[in-house]
């Protein structure tokens, strides 16, 4: 069966460092990746969309990495700032039906 | 920019009552909407899938009885949970596909409706 996996449950870094979160997958072939932010008790929000083709996509301080042979995306966060902080959620799709991680929480201290 | 609404955000319900959440696209036609359960501190899980005028479509272990789906228009969908039982207390989240314009195929997710059975 399809599995999404976000590397940790929660991450802690300082301000001004960049934040990794990592997001891996089995039995499953995506056409692309998205990445979302969702704050406590509320909806999510889209980030980024990549690709199957693509390798890297960047919006300003977020980067995102897709590598459909390791089967995995890294999403980055340069120069985190503490309203940075939220749950980062992966979600994989070949049609519009998302497939979603659980999330990592990242914390940025100031 | 394209935004999703959901009501109520919030609503307590009497076990084995029946409660209607709405999900509207504001400034675009959806022709898809999706429906969403999410437990604290787990993953989002698609419950069904609703085109304009035909039948949502149900997934694994979602028992389209008793989570009735209904998407009249091109704007609203709605979720009513009958026959509500505690263990339906959840986090409930719509998203919206939109096919217009620079909006086009991009999904907009609500904001939440949270569901307590008592």
């Known amino acids: 069966s399809q599995k999404i996996e976000q590397n940790s449950e929660a991450l802690n870094i300082q301000e001004g460092k960049t934040a990794t979160l990592t997001c891996n997958y089995t039995?499953?072939?995506?056409?692309?990746l998205q990445w979302y932010r969702q704050d406590p008790g509320r909806g999510p929000v889209f980030l980024l969309l990549?690709?199957?083709?693509?390798k890297e996509k960047r919006k300003e301080r977020l980067k995102v990495t897709f590598d459909t042979t390791l089967k995995q995306s890294l999403f980055h966060i340069t120069a985190s700032q503490p309203a940075d902080s939220a749950t980062y959620l992966c979600?994989?799709?070949?049609?519009?039906?998302?497939?979603f991680g659980a999330g990592t929480t990242v914390t940025v201290r100031a | 920019g394209a935004v999703v609404s959901q009501h109520p955000s919030r609503v307590i319900c009497k076990s084995g009552t029946s409660v209607k959440i709405e999900c509207r696209s504001l400034d675009f036609q959806a022709t898809t909407m999706f429906w969403y359960r999410q437990f604290p501190k787990q993953s989002l899980m698609l419950m069904a899938t609703s085109n304009e005028g035909s039948k949502a479509t149900y997934e694994q272990g979602v028992e389209k009885d008793k989570f009735l789906i209904n998407h009249a228009s091109l704007t609203l969908s709605t979720l009513t949970v009958t026959s509500a039982h505690p263990e339906d207390s959840s986090f409930y989240i719509c998203s919206a596909r939109s096919s217009q314009g620079l909006s086009g195929n991009t999904i907009y997710f609500g904001e939440g409706s949270w569901l307590t059975v008592v």
């Open positions: 979600a994989l799709a070949n049609d519009y039906k998302l497939s």
């Open positions: 039995n499953y072939s995506p056409a692309y």
């Open positions: 990549i690709r199957e083709n693509e």
